[in-house]
């Protein structure tokens, strides 16, 4: 095409070439100029000719390169069948070799998906044993061998039963050993573990777990009751002999699901208001309860004082009718024992004051708690319109967290009641002593008159 361009532009230029020539030279006779035509005629035929050369060897280029991709698209497809061809021919040896493996396996074959079955199901294990807590990464040999397609080595199945005598061989043992342990605030600390077989991790006196899916140690975010944290750290202080500790089962699982409880200031929190004015009554109570307690006491100590000393009458109840009688000795019986009765009455209020408040407190906490659990057993079954009983903890949770105000009045109802009882008995001992004392001087002062 390069070359078809240039030609033109020398055609071009020769033609140019030649008016101006012309036009400068121009002919005079006819003679002159014929032979110029005939000049210019062989001229341009000699520049078509070399045009048309060049025109049929850039044809002949075309042509021969039309048939080079011809033939190399030839050359493709039969690559192409070839290939087909040997694809098909290696599927069938494939299949033919897989059907050879197989009945060269024979038995192995059954042998190799036994081992593949318990490699995966003890892979499982091992992420999830307390064991992995002191030696971290043993699944993965384990889990390689049951993801694998091949044929496992003697090696290999011999690695594989030696981990599993491990297993069962530290999960008899109780041992311990230095490792991190990451508390609910995310601090890790460096410190000495007790691992009793698979079943438990213990640390600090505390109860641990171990993560799998975080590869480490962690404090629980909520221990087990004090009898069994205790029991723990006394077994993890003994050096010899025989310790008591309480142990999972679950090796972890019963006490995740020990987090999920909910402690006693959450079961206060969750009774609301009510169970918080129930509270209020208890404490309330206790107090106004603890203040009779000494008060009475005081004053029955120095009753029984007094009632040794009866010539010499005190600043206490006792005393306070002794000297009424001593101001009157004069005067009749009945007159005596009426101004005793009176003195007596005085002194009682004082004796008995704040006591019947308990029993109206031990008597209004039940019915707190019984309103609570009534509010709280609508609010459940509001719930329950609205999201349905899809869901049992739900249910569940809304009916305990009602229930924690009937405890609740119960837990404040009992000792009030105990404590209204041991008032009130204390009570009447003072009054009934200074009864007794007296009925006894009215008695002498009667003696006395008669004689």
Request: aromatic share 6%.
């Amino acid at each position: 095409m390069k070359k078809l361009i240039t030609t033109a532009l020398v055609a071009a230029s020769f033609s140019l070439v030649s008016g101006m020539v012309s036009a400068a030279d121009a002919p005079k006779t006819i003679d002159q100029l014929l032979q110029q035509i005939k000049t210019e005629r062989a001229d341009q035929g000699k520049i078509n000719a070399k045009r048309e050369a060049e025109f049929q060897a850039e044809r002949g280029d075309k042509a021969a390169l039309l048939q080079r991709e011809k033939n190399a698209l030839a050359a493709e497809k039969k690559r192409g069948e070839d290939l087909n061809k040997q694809f098909s021919d290696n599927e069938h040896k494939i299949a033919q070799l897989e059907d050879d493996l197989k009945t060269a396996q024979g038995d192995l074959g059954e042998m190799f998906g036994v081992v593949k079955g318990e490699a995966g199901d003890f892979a499982g294990k091992l992420i999830n044993s307390n064991v992995s807590a002191q030696y971290p990464g043993r699944d993965k040999f384990i889990a390689d061998l049951g993801a694998r397609k091949q044929l496992p080595k003697i090696e290999e199945l011999e690695k594989f039963w030696e981990e599993e005598l491990f297993e069962m061989n530290q999960s008899g043992k109780v041992v311990k050993f230095d490792g991190s342990v990451t508390d609910i605030d995310g601090n890790v600390q460096t410190t000495s573990i007790t691992r009793i077989g698979a079943f438990n991790l213990l640390a600090n006196g505390k109860y641990v777990v171990w993560n799998p899916n975080l590869n480490l140690i962690q404090e629980l975010s909520q221990q087990p009751e004090g009898y069994m944290v205790s029991a723990a750290a006394d077994f993890e202080k003994a050096t010899s002999g025989t310790a008591k500790v309480y142990i999972d089962p679950g090796r972890g699982a019963l006490l995740n699901i020990f987090t999920q409880k909910a402690s006693l200031e959450d079961r206060i929190e969750s009774a609301g208001i009510i169970g918080y004015i129930i509270m209020a009554v208890l404490a309330l109570g206790l107090v106004i309860a603890i203040e009779r307690m000494i008060t009475l006491s005081v004053v029955a100590a120095k009753v029984k004082s007094q009632a040794k000393h009866i010539d010499k009458p005190g600043n206490n109840p006792l005393g306070r009718v002794l000297k009424v009688y001593f101001d009157n000795k004069d005067i009749d019986v009945e007159t005596l024992e009426l101004k005793l009765d009176e003195a007596i009455l005085k002194e009682t209020p004082a004796l008995e004051a704040r006591i019947s408040i308990l029993k109206v407190m031990a008597a209004i906490a039940p019915m707190l708690g019984l309103l609570g659990t009534v509010t709280g057993m609508i609010a459940t079954f509001q719930s329950i319109q609205l999201f349905g009983t899809g869901d049992p903890k739900l249910m569940a949770g809304g009916i305990s967290m009602a229930l924690v105000t009937t405890v609740q009045g119960l837990i404040a109802a009992l000792p009030l009641m105990l404590a209204h009882a041991l008032c009130v008995t204390r009570s009447k001992s003072v009054v009934q002593i200074i009864e007794e004392q007296s009925a006894g001087l009215i008695a002498m002062h009667a003696e006395k008159r008669a004689d």
